[in-house]
């Protein structure tokens, strides 16, 4: 199985910053990446696909980005409304794998 | 609009199988995309288990595979999963999901059924 290893684990930021949350696969997975948003009580909702691509209705505040087997989500002066779980997601191979998730606090 | 529900007890006693049913509308399961399950553990960690596809194929995790059984009813159009032998450890939400396997992500969800294993 491809081990894709999420981090940090949790941050707390500001609505200034730049959020960056990275994803390192433990082998190449070509770009089949996408990320995905939960808020609490309700199911993951679909940020960026093909590590890169900004899915419908997505803020442009969001954007995704790869070096080498590292995949990175990054969120410019996020809005309290960003507050929530985000998990990446390798489909290069079935069982496709998730990362364990960073839970972000918007304050 | 695509919608997806899931449905079943949300208590399962141990060594017992947990059935659950993904009922979808606004889109026929025989006519293209994977439709998934996936579960998300007490602590956040998700999983997929497995799907079935608009053949009637399916592709199961191998973390899994000796205990997961996904099906369908086409005439209904929903999708079913069983899990059999579960364990405490088997407690979690469980999705259904939607798999553009053309884009490569899924589009659609169901809200989530929250599953106990206890006895």
């Known amino acids: 199985d491809i081990q894709m290893t999420q981090s940090p684990a949790s941050l707390s930021a500001s609505l200034e910053e730049i959020v960056t949350i990275t994803c390192k696969a433990s082998?190449?997975?070509?770009?089949?990446l996408s990320w995905y948003q939960q808020k609490p009580g309700k199911s993951p909702q679909l940020l960026i696909y093909?590590?890169?691509s900004l899915a419908d209705g997505v803020p442009s505040r969001f954007s995704g980005s790869r070096s080498g087997t590292q995949y990175s989500l990054k969120i410019s002066r996020p809005q309290v409304d960003d507050s929530g779980i985000y998990y990446c997601?390798?489909?290069?191979?079935?069982?496709?794998?998730f990362g364990a998730g960073t839970k972000l606090e918007l304050k | 609009e695509v919608q997806l529900q899931e449905s079943g007890p949300g208590l399962v006693k141990p060594s017992q199988s947990l059935s659950l049913t993904c009922s979808v509308t606004?889109?026929?399961?025989?006519?293209?995309?994977?439709w998934n399950w996936i579960r998300k553990f007490p602590g956040n960690k998700l999983e997929w288990m497995g799907y079935?596809?608009?053949?009637?194929?399916?592709n199961y995790n191998p973390s899994l595979k000796s205990r997961i059984s996904i099906t369908r009813d086409t005439s209904k159009n929903q999708f079913f999963l069983q899990v059999n032998s579960v364990t405490t450890e088997d407690t979690a939400t469980y999705y259904c999901?939607?798999?553009?396997?053309?884009?490569?992500?899924?589009?659609?969800w169901g809200q989530g059924v929250m599953v106990t294993v206890s006895s």
């Open positions: 999901a939607r798999w553009d396997w053309e884009l490569d992500y899924f589009d659609y």
């Open positions: 606004g889109y026929s399961i025989t006519s293209s995309y994977r």
């Open positions: 079935i596809n608009s053949a009637g194929s399916t």
């Open positions: 082998q190449g997975i070509d770009d089949y």
């Open positions: 093909d590590a890169t």
């Open positions: 997601l390798q489909s290069y191979s079935t069982p496709y794998t």
